[in-house]
């Protein structure tokens, strides 16, 4: 049986779980920009521009090509 990594937003932690797929932590671009702890090699999908970012060198980029 497959194992995925599921956030856990009560946890506050990643769990494994193989009753479900991975889901990244979703935010619109203000959200983003509000949120306060984000550090490099962090990733969200930004339902604003339907995007995949992650965070790099302290500023946020596109990872979908």
Known sequence: ESEYLCWDA???SWIASTNR???MPSFTTAQRDAYVGAVDGDMIYNTDVSRFQGLVNSV???LNV
């Open 10 to 12: 009560t946890l506050q």
């Open 60 to 62: 946020w980029v596109d």
């Open 21 to 23: 797929p991975f889901r």
